[in-house]
């Protein structure tokens, strides 16, 4: 099952997906915390977390931010995707806006 997901994932989401398991590994280790008890504290399995930190893009979105969570790293996430970053979607959104805005006619009657 895994080798489909790999196929089936540009390269740059793969490394991406490589890249936080690292980082993962990274903050844990820094914290001194074993496998067995970060994912105890998480409500994951040790798998699931040898899974994240090896960069297996099939985890799901959830363990992964329980253990973001767990670790104090998960207001490090809030900015993805965020709706006030996306230029591209601004610059789509505003090509859409009418060019000129009617302006109800007053209604002059004394």
């Given at each position: 099952?895994?080798?489909?997901?790999?196929?089936?994932?540009?390269?740059?989401?793969?490394?991406?997906?490589?890249?936080?398991?690292?980082?993962?590994?990274?903050?844990?280790?820094?914290?001194?915390?074993?496998?067995?008890?970060?994912?105890?504290?998480?409500?994951?399995?040790r798998?699931?977390?040898?899974?994240?930190?090896?960069?297996?893009?099939?985890?799901?979105?959830?363990?992964?931010?329980?253990?973001?969570?767990?670790?104090?790293?998960?207001?490090?996430?809030?900015?993805?995707?965020?709706?006030?970053?996306?230029?591209?979607?601004?610059?789509?959104?505003?090509?859409q806006?009418?060019?000129?805005?009617?302006?109800?006619?007053?209604?002059?009657?004394?």
């Amino acid at each position: 099952m895994a080798q489909k997901i790999n196929q089936s994932l540009p390269l740059e989401v793969l490394k991406s997906v490589a890249l936080l398991g690292e980082r993962i590994r990274t903050a844990r280790l820094r914290r001194r915390l074993g496998m067995d008890e970060l994912a105890k504290a998480c409500g994951i399995g040790r798998r699931t977390l040898y899974r994240i930190e090896n960069g297996e893009p099939g985890v799901a979105v959830g363990s992964m931010l329980a253990v973001l969570w767990k670790l104090g790293l998960l207001d490090t996430v809030r900015a993805v995707a965020s709706p006030d970053d996306d230029e591209h979607g601004k610059i789509l959104e505003a090509a859409q806006r009418p060019q000129r805005v009617r302006v109800p006619a007053s209604d002059n009657d004394f």
